[in-house]
Each structure stands twice: as C-alpha cells, then as structure tokens.
C-alpha cells in the first residue's frame, strides 16, 4: 500500500488503480471504484461551492450501512470537513448532545430519523441538513437536500479542488460509547487512520490479494472498527464490501449473503454464535472463505470452535478502541492463540502498568497502554480527559492485560468492570468465557452487586440453547472455577442487553 500525505490522496489512488472493480454493494445498489469516485467528486464539489462550509467544519453521518456513507465521508475529506460518525439508533438527547459538542454544521440523515432531528435542530448549530434513503428518493421536509439531487447538482459545478489536508490535521470526530459517562470525542488526525490502515494492510498482505476479494461488512461504518478496516483499509487493498445495514435481522443478513463467494468476514461474538444456530447460514458454501476477524468484545472458546466446525475459517482476534483508529493488536491469520488478542501492529509498543504508571514483568497483570502513530491526538476539547489517559506519550486504556509467554497480550478485563469479592478479583470475562462453553449456554454476562458479606458478590445473567436449571450451571462453574468465582446468582433472560454492535452491556445489567 502506498503511504499517502492524507485520505483525499489514498482515496483517489484507489479509485483509480481499481477503477472497474465493484466497491461496494447494499439493498441491491452497487457502485464500483469509478463511480465512488464520481459521486464523491460531485458531492465535495457541492459542498465547497454551494453549501457555504468551509475547511475543518464538522458534518454528522447519521446512516445505517449503505453505499451513501462511503461516498459521503469520502466527498467529506475530499472538500476538507471533519467527519463525525453519528450512531442512527441514537436517542434525541444523545444526537443533542453530540452535534452541539462538536460544534456540527451540517448533517446527513437518513429520511427515517428526520422526525427526530426536528424536535432538537434549533438547539443545535446545524444549518445543512442533507436526506438520503436506502431505496427510493426521500421525502423532504423544508430546508432539506436531497442527497441525490445534491450529487446531480455538483455534477455541473466547476471541478473539485480537491483539499489536500496534512498528516496532522483532524478527519474524524469519533465519540466513545460514554459507558463512564457522558460521550466525548477522540481527536483522530489523517495520519492516525492512514497509519492503522497501512499497519492493518501489512497483515492483511499476507492473505488477501489485491482486488480480488469478497467481504461482508455486518459491523456498523460508525464505528471506529468497520470505518477504518473496511472503509480504509481493505478500499485501498481494492476490495469489494458487501455492507449489511440491520445484522441483528439475522434471516436478512444470511439472504444477502447468499448471492456472493465471500472471502473475508468481520464480526463479534455474539454474531458468530446466532449464524452459527441458524441453518440457512450452516448450509452456505465457505470454501474460499480465507480470513474472519473479530474485536470490540472478548472471543469466546465455543464462539470460535462454532465458527470452524460451520465454516472451516479459524477467528482472527485483535484489539484496540476509538482512540487508537482502532486496532492495536492482532493474533496471527490461521496461527491464532485463542483468549489472546494477538501481538502489537508495526511501530505500536505495548506496555504493562501497575497503579503507579510503571511496567511490571512478563506475565503479570496490570493496565494497558499503547504508543503508536495510530493513538489519537487527544480529546475534542477536553484537555482535562486528555490528560488523564496520556502519560510519556503513552495512551492509557483502562483495560487490564498482561502479556503471555507466546509474546501475545491477553485482555482480563475492564478495570471498571473488575468484581472484588473479599479482596479477591474476578473478572467477568474469565467467568463468562467459562459459562459459555456449558453446551446449553448461548450467551452468558457477569457482573457484581453489593454483598455486606464479601464487598462484592458474582451475578450471572445467561441465556439458553436448551434447558438447564440454576443447580446445574451452579454445579458446573464449581468444576471450573475457584469458589469466590462462582456466580451466587443466576439469572435466565431471553436476550441479553446489547449495543448497535453487539457487545453486551454489562452496565444495563448493573441498572436492574
């Protein structure tokens, strides 16, 4: 992969070296390398010619995953405004709270959540509001654009000056999911994405060919993980992105499926379980699916054994967070160390700390820090929080780790989410990684609750394949696990509390 001075350059590159290769597909629209570059041309000229924005202003995307957004956020850097993602499930209050944070000017919504926008747009700094729709032409409310007709609109303005933005300047505001509070947004410079796409392609090299590869985007462009993976990374490697815009519809998401000889998957755990249930899914021909990678929530043992007895691909893991662009470890494609997240990319050093912001030795826990061309440059006017996670130029996850003999990392868990029964630590992951692989276990959560007794007491929330009693899955964890490790309660659901991605939110079940 070429290095570039900024995405503007990365993505004209690549829409002119695959020029007639399909890009990407949703709801039945495809576009190829070509035509995304047209359609983003037509937009960013508009945006610099008629929609009174300027270099560095910020624009929400408020989309599902459907082939607007690539052609937005590349129209987006291309006329030089900061992108900020915008999660299309997002309450009013939260969609307030993040445009007014970051100072939005525009937006691009899809028609569905107009209704929403309207009842908060004139607390907000928002003069552009832009619709697009999945299928048909949107219906416009007054002072709305037509995402379509903006594009035709741009396609008779003069030619692009493409805006050509240095290493370090801002491309993307990316809000955290506020699981500590209230949302704020991790700085991520040019060079930040354009460095964690080159360090991904590295591996990616070993695996994938150029242009000639299949994969299915069911993880939301929003989020940090499928924006700079797919939307980056394997677009500058030229290849084609089947975006799935509802995965948790699962019978949806097999149907669209169905039509392609995939090559590479991205995906959760949680995921990987349900299309592994699902017979549709079970009878699809896997024979050149070559890589499946998984982050944002723990892999599980009976997640990845699924996945190979159904598809014949082992589960790549890697780790990283909205502040490192994202990724910041790998496991190693067909060499993986299952419950490891993998080893550092090239040029991230990972470290160890203990309490007092200094390594401990190989093979003892403590907080991860990471330090690399990909962490961000701070938070978006907070320099207080900045302060706080940054320290020797190292950033400061919150997560706890340790590093094992093979020279991968291991995560334990969140500190946050760290149970302490008589001084003892329990870490949820241990736990649930234990229950899950029970055969009538689907999907299992830890979490603690205060116990006079002990401080904390060990609380499973867990749903079910077949039938089992609260005994058994008692009995069983005693095999497995120390006695203070055991859950004292447990608690059968239908499903368990999730976020847009599927990672389970502990902190919903904390609130019952």
């Known amino acids: 992969m070429n290095t570039h001075d900024n995405l503007t350059q990365l993505i004209e590159h690549s829409c002119k070296t695959y020029a007639d290769f399909p890009a990407y597909t949703s709801v039945g629209r495809t576009f190829t390398f070509s035509q995304v570059e047209q359609q983003s041309r037509y937009l960013a000229q508009w945006f610099q010619q008629q929609s009174g924005l300027v270099a560095g202003d910020r624009i929400a995307i408020q989309l599902p995953n459907i082939v607007d957004y690539p052609i937005v956020t590349y129209a987006a850097f291309r006329a030089g405004l900061i992108v900020v993602n915008t999660n299309p499930l997002y309450t009013a209050r939260e969609m307030l709270h993040q445009f007014n944070d970051a100072e939005v000017k525009a937006i691009v919504i899809l028609?569905?959540?107009s209704e929403k926008l309207a009842t908060i747009i004139n607390d907000t700094s928002i003069k552009t509001v832009i619709v697009a729709a999945a299928l048909a032409e949107p219906a416009l409310q007054e002072n709305q654009f037509s995402l379509n007709e903006l594009i035709r609109q741009g396609e008779r303005l003069a030619p692009l000056d493409a805006h050509q933005a240095s290493r370090d300047d801002i491309a993307v505001l990316q809000y955290t999911g506020g699981t500590t509070g209230v949302a704020k947004a991790a700085m991520l410079s040019h060079g930040n994405i354009l460095a964690n796409a080159e360090q991904m392609n590295e591996r990616f090299d070993n695996i994938l060919t150029p242009g000639q590869e299949t994969g299915i985007c069911p993880l939301p462009l929003y989020h940090i993980y499928a924006f700079t993976v797919n939307m980056v990374s394997l677009f500058a490697m030229g290849q084609f992105n089947v975006l799935i815009p509802n995965p948790r519809d699962l019978d949806a998401l097999v149907k669209q499926i169905e039509p392609f000889d995939i090559n590479y998957f991205s995906g959760i755990n949680t995921l990987f379980i349900g299309l592994c249930m699902h017979p549709r899914f079970k009878a699809l021909n896997f024979s050149n699916l070559k890589m499946t990678v998984t982050g944002g929530a723990a892999l599980t043992h009976a997640a990845a054994d699924a996945w190979m007895s159904t598809t014949g691909c082992t589960i790549t893991e890697g780790y990283g967070l909205s502040e490192t662009s994202p990724v910041v470890?790998?496991?190693?494609?067909?060499?993986?160390?299952?419950?490891?997240?993998g080893r550092p990319l090239s040029n991230t050093t990972v470290e160890i700390w203990d309490e007092n912001d200094e390594p401990v030795a190989d093979g003892e826990s403590g907080e991860i820090v990471v330090k690399g061309p990909q962490v961000m440059m701070g938070y978006w006017q907070r320099q207080d929080e900045t302060g706080k996670c940054m320290k020797r130029g190292f950033f400061k996850t919150g997560d706890v780790g340790l590093k094992l003999p093979s020279g991968n990392y291991k995560i334990v868990d969140r500190l946050k989410d760290m149970i302490i029964v008589s001084g003892f630590n329990v870490y949820p992951n241990e736990v649930e990684n234990i229950l899950c692989q029970h055969p009538a276990i689907c999907e299992a959560a830890v979490i603690g609750a205060k116990n006079e007794k002990t401080g904390e007491r060990v609380c499973a929330y867990i749903t079910l394949k077949e039938?089992?009693?609260?005994?058994?899955?008692?009995?069983?964890?005693r095999e497995n696990l120390s006695a203070y490790k055991v859950p004292k309660s447990i608690i059968f659901m239908e499903q368990l509390p999730k976020s847009t991605v599927g990672k389970i939110l502990r902190r919903e079940l904390r609130q019952q």
């Open 111 to 113: 028609d569905a959540l």
């Open 329 to 341: 470890t790998l496991n190693d494609f067909q060499n993986e160390e299952i419950g490891s997240i």
């Open 467 to 477: 039938q089992v009693d609260e005994q058994q899955v008692s009995d069983y964890c």
